[in-house]
Structure formats: structure tokens, C-alpha cells
């Protein structure tokens, strides 16, 4: 009998994006980091799968921790993963520092059915309010000041809906979250507003 993966709490938004995830599940974690989701899903969930992460230190963490990851660049090496090959790829509060977006979304969309994206919400009221007194924002959800910061690209959730459209992503859930992670308590409609970041569930499978 194979020993249980350790596992402990994990972050408010991770436990989110791990109720979409059905049991049983392949899952591709992009930049899993020290592989906290991933030990998670396999201990509590029966899924199966692997991480990538480019950082050699969180790799290593993950490692240790039991959990399968791969050191590539999620920039250039999706290429590398066949066709449908997992059931569910992940990409939590990464997309805005990929240098190409666009692509990673499409490499995404054809590794697997289902698409888990979250991102800070650069057009949240917070942060509009720090630029309008002259200040780069800086947030639970961009902790970085401006010249150490790994984000690259700075969208609302306005904005990456509009890129999910164009490109052929269909949204079945949309989760917008509070500066803590929590589910926004504020109507969903206000969400460009009121949240500091959202997660989405997403298909480019006809019919979903």
C-alpha cells in the first residue's frame, strides 16, 4: 500500500480552485510553486498528476514533499505536453507574469478540457485609488513594490475576459475574491471593482 501524501492547510484561493477539480483527476499545476495544491489534491481528492515550476528552490520543496514537478519554463516548454493529456491544467496568480499570455492560455486550452485561471485584479478600487494618489499599488494581492515586482502585464478582469472571448475560452465559473482570498461577498456584476482577484473555470470544448 503506497504511503498518504502530507498535507496541510492551504491558502484560501487554493482551496477554492481545488472544488472545481473533480476526484480522481489528472492535473497539470503550472508554476506550483512548493507543490502545496497538487499534495493536496492527492492525499484528500484520489488525483493524480504533476507540477511545473521554474524556480529551483520550490522545486526542490516539492520534491521532498512527494510531489511529481517538472523544471520548465511555462513561457516556451507547454509544447512538450501532448494533446489532452490531463484532465485539468492549473494557473493560480501566474498569468500576469508570463511574458506571453496569450499563448500559455492557448497551450492551456489544448492540454487539457478544463482551464483553472486566477489573477490579481489590477483595476480593483484599491489600487485605483494608490494610482490616482501617485503610487505604484501594492496589496495582499501585489505584494511587490514596483521595481522588484515579477509581473510583467497589468490587466482588469475586464480585460482577461475580453482575451478569454478572443480566444475561444468559455467561462463556466467565475469566482471573484476578496484581498484575504475569500469568495466577494459584493454582487458579481461589480466584480472589475470590488475584487482584488478572480478565479475562473474555463472550456474550449464545444457544448463545455
Not at 13 to 41: E, K, Q, Y
Not at 103 to 112: F, G, H, K, P, S
Not at 170 to 176: D, E, F, G, K, Y
Not at 180 to 188: A, T
Request: charged share 20%; aromatic share 6%; net charge neutral.
Amino acid at each position: 500500500m503506497s504511503q498518504a501524501v502530507p498535507t496541510g492547510p492551504l491558502r484560501r484561493d487554493l482551496a477554492l480552485i481545488s472544488s472545481l477539480i473533480r476526484p480522481g483527476s489528472r492535473v497539470l499545476d503550472l508554476g506550483c510553486g512548493d507543490g502545496g495544491l497538487l499534495r493536496h489534491l492527492m492525499s484528500r481528492r484520489g488525483c493524480a498528476g504533476s507540477g511545473v515550476e521554474i524556480d529551483p528552490d520550490a522545486v526542490l520543496s516539492a520534491i521532498r514533499a512527494g510531489v511529481p514537478v517538472i523544471e520548465l519554463d511555462i513561457d516556451q516548454d507547454l509544447v512538450l505536453f501532448a494533446d489532452q493529456s490531463y484532465d485539468a491544467v492549473v494557473l493560480s496568480r501566474t498569468l500576469q507574469a508570463v511574458h506571453r499570455p496569450r499563448e500559455v492560455l492557448l497551450e492551456m486550452a489544448r492540454i487539457a478540457p478544463r482551464v483553472i485561471v486566477s489573477m490579481p485584479n489590477f483595476a480593483y478600487w484599491r489600487n485605483r485609488l494608490r494610482l490616482l494618489a501617485g503610487n505604484a499599488p501594492v496589496s495582499k494581492d501585489l505584494p511587490h513594490s514596483w521595481y522588484d515586482s515579477p509581473n510583467v502585464h497589468f490587466g482588469s478582469l475586464d480585460d482577461l475576459e475580453r482575451l478569454f472571448d478572443e480566444l475561444g475560452l468559455t467561462v463556466i465559473r467565475c469566482l471573484p475574491l476578496t484581498a484575504s482570498g475569500r469568495r466577494s461577498p459584493w454582487p458579481d456584476r461589480t466584480r472589475n471593482w470590488v475584487a482584488g482577484a478572480a478565479l475562473y473555470e474555463l472550456t474550449a470544448v464545444a457544448g463545455g
